[in-house]
C-alpha cells in the first residue's frame, strides 16, 4: 500500500500481541511468551524513525530513534544506550539506520542474553532501498539481510516492507530469506 497508509502499524501488533500472552499466559499455553518484547526496524532515514516512533505512541509502545542525536544526549548524560536497548525494559521498538548496525555498539546489544531473549522481529523498512541504495549511494544497506541473520536469533521473524517493493528473487537474496514463502509474498 503507498506510503502513509499504516504500515507502520505492523511494528506494534507484535509487541502488542507478546503484551497480552504475557499478561494472560495460561489462556494461551502453546505460545512463547517474550516478557520485555521488542523489534528492530531499519530505517533509511531519520524523519521516518521519528514517524514511526511518533505512531508508536497511539499503541501504547515506546520507541527509539536510535540516530547520532540520540546517541549524543545519551553520552552527554552519561548513559549507556547500549545496555539501556539491551535490558528490552525502556523501548519496544528501536528505529536504526544500517550505518549503526555495523558498529560496536550494535556488536554489544546482539550479543546480550537478555536482547537475544526478548527478541521477536527485525524489520528492513523501505527495503525497496536495499537494491536502489545499497550498490554506491549507501553499501550498509546491502549487510541489512546479513546482520539479521548473522547477528540474531536464527528463529526470528524477519520482515521486509515497501509501498513499491519490485517482486524478484534479488529482494529475497539482500534481505537472506532463504525460504520459498519469501518468494510468494514478493511475486
Known sequence: TATGSG?????????LVHQE????PTAYPRFRCRKLPVGIVV????????????GLKDFGING???????????????????????????????????????????RR????DTFRDNIIYACAGECHLILQWGR????CFKHIGAFFRGRLPS??????????????PSTVSFLRWQDQWAEVWLE
Open 155 to 168: 528463529t526470528l521473524a524477519v520482515i521486509g516492507l515497501s509501498a513499491t517493493l519490485p517482486p524478484g
Open 43 to 54: 530505517t533509511p532515514t531519520n524523519g521516518l524513525a521519528a514517524n514511526i516512533v511518533s
Open 109 to 112: 546489544i546482539s550479543a546480550s
Open 136 to 139: 554506491s549511494f549507501r553499501p
Open 64 to 106: 527509539l530513534a536510535y540516530t547520532h542525536e540520540t546517541l549524543t544526549e545519551t553520552r552527554k548524560a552519561g548513559r549507556s544506550i547500549a545496555e539501556e536497548i539491551s535490558s528490552c525494559a525502556i523501548w519496544q521498538v528501536i528505529c536504526v539506520d544500517p550505518e549503526h548496525l555495523r558498529g560496536l555498539e550494535w
Open 7 to 15: 504500515k507502520s502499524a505492523s511494528f506494534a501488533i507484535p509487541i
Open 21 to 24: 500472552l504475557s499478561r494472560n
